[in-house]
């Protein structure tokens, strides 16, 4: 579907459902899921369901779909919705700005963002490259974050409730051998002003600050 720069806008039910060899795709434009569009329902299996497509722009989620087994550029998750997002390939970021969306056994290119006053996301199972991050705005939620790995980056949280637990942080800053020479990247695990369950991560060299 080219979108010729246009947004395609959501506001009941989409079902896009493709095949590993034949994909949907979606290009030339945004396409955003509306507070207004159907939410999933994995009981019933109704309800907004992306799967197999390629989405060459940003995805805005504002309400509950599922987006499975598909390539993404940018995803933004805002307006309090609790979409499912689930083994997909993401070319850039995951940027959350309110909501509970389950974030789940994702390749992320990039990096996952926090943000917002009601940031309580499900991040786990993933490959996130340059970690997770919280902007200044975050004022509220309870993220759980677990088993996930990082190559490249850090885990930093602050103005939440998190739970942090079973991940490998392999990245994040230079370290060097003893004849300071290059030897690779060492993860983080930082905690501003919030409060933090913190259990049984893999953390290669910084620690926790």
Do not use: H
């Not at 991050?133 to 677990?146: F, L, N, Q, Y």
């Not at 850090?154 to 942080?169: F, K």
């Not at 983080?188 to 600050?209: F, M, Q, R, T």
Request: some cysteine; glycine content about 14%; charged content about 15%.
């Amino acid at each position: 579907m080219n979108l010729n720069g246009y947004e395609f806008r959501v506001n009941g039910t989409l079902r896009a459902i493709g095949t590993s060899a034949d994909q949907i795709l979606f290009e030339n434009g945004t396409v955003t899921f509306t507070k207004y569009s159907s939410a999933w329902n994995e009981q019933t299996g109704s309800g907004c369901l992306i799967e197999n497509a390629v989405i060459k722009n940003t995805l805005y989620i504002n309400g509950s779909l599922k987006l499975s087994n598909s390539e993404v550029s940018t995803i933004v998750v805002d307006g309090g919705g609790s979409p499912t997002i689930v083994n997909n390939l993401v070319r850039s970021t995951i940027r959350v700005n309110d909501g509970a969306p389950k974030i789940l056994n994702n390749e992320i290119s990039y990096y996952a963002a926090l943000g917002g006053n009601e940031c309580s996301p499900v991040i786990s199972g993933n490959f996130i490259r340059y970690g997770i991050r919280d902007g200044a705005e975050v004022a509220g939620g309870s993220p759980v974050i677990t088993n996930n790995v990082i190559s490249e980056g850090d885990v930093s949280v602050g103005g939440v409730s998190a739970v942090i637990s079973g991940n490998t942080l392999n990245g994040g800053g230079a370290k060097y051998d003893l004849g300071f020479r290059y030897n690779g990247v060492i993860g983080a695990l930082e905690i501003g002003s919030s409060s933090a369950v913190i259990s049984d991560n893999v953390i290669d060299g910084k620690g926790i600050y």
